[in-house]
């Protein structure tokens, strides 16, 4: 089994195994973070096996509950809110360890890949919040090019940087609420706007009244999207 980074695992409920989604907590948290809703996914996906990581380095020293992808010492939710110009100068930049967490979740891939004999496209990254950001990061990085990746709540950062390090563009769906104080809703035209300039195709939702976190109507949508992916 993977042991680059620990990790929940929910086998496949049809006990066939065709497509893996690997799913990323937010910052603060574990990969027990997403258990209720990869509940929800190990029954509408009955051939795929779920992967819930936990990030690789604590919050705070001696606290190997609450985790993080990497530091968000330098992200402001006000400023990412209310002035433009900075929110994307913030996100143009690579926060501190991104580069090394991808490196770490990029080696858990390749042995989730090699264990159950899959191809990268048939495999998703599903990330919330700062996993969100961390699967968008890092699934543009990837050679091998994925068969997705689900963002809720997220946004793209090094910006500045993706047109350079760019390596291969997998399917990407954006589902934000519209209320989210967390990560504002305003980024999401951001991530949209480096995707374009990449060339990278993706769909987006913004969920009216939905501050931080995934409800039913995002979830249902993230379903038909896996469905859709991995169905091709």
């Not at 480096?194 to 060339?199: I, K, M, Y």
């Amino acid at each position: 089994m993977p042991e680059t980074l620990t990790s929940y695992y929910l086998p496949s409920s049809s006990g066939y195994v065709t497509a893996a989604a690997i799913l990323l907590h937010g910052h603060g948290n574990n990969g027990n973070q997403l258990a209720q809703y990869a509940a929800f996914l190990n029954q509408a996906l009955p051939q795929a096996v779920l992967y819930l990581p936990n990030a690789p380095f604590e919050v705070e020293r001696g606290d190997p509950q609450r985790r993080r992808w990497f530091s968000l010492e330098d992200y402001d939710r006000n400023t990412a809110r209310t002035d433009a110009a900075k929110r994307a100068a913030m996100f143009a930049a690579a926060p501190e360890k991104i580069a090394d967490g991808a490196a770490r979740l990029s080696r858990f891939i390749d042995q989730v890949q090699a264990h159950h004999h899959l191809s990268a496209s048939r495999i998703a990254l599903v990330g919330f919040s700062q996993g969100a950001m961390m699967a968008l990061y890092a699934g543009l990085r990837r050679a091998d090019q994925l068969a997705g990746i689900l963002s809720y709540a997220g946004a793209l950062f090094a910006t500045g940087m993706l047109s350079a390090e760019i390596k291969s563009k997998p399917s990407i769906m954006l589902i934000h609420g519209e209320d989210d104080m967390v990560v504002p809703v305003e980024t999401v035209a951001d991530t949209k706007n480096a995707l374009d300039a990449a060339n990278v195709l993706y769909q987006a939702h913004t969920i009216p009244a939905l501050q931080h976190g995934i409800d039913g109507v995002g979830a249902q949508i993230g379903i038909t999207y896996l469905r859709g992916i991995f169905t091709v």
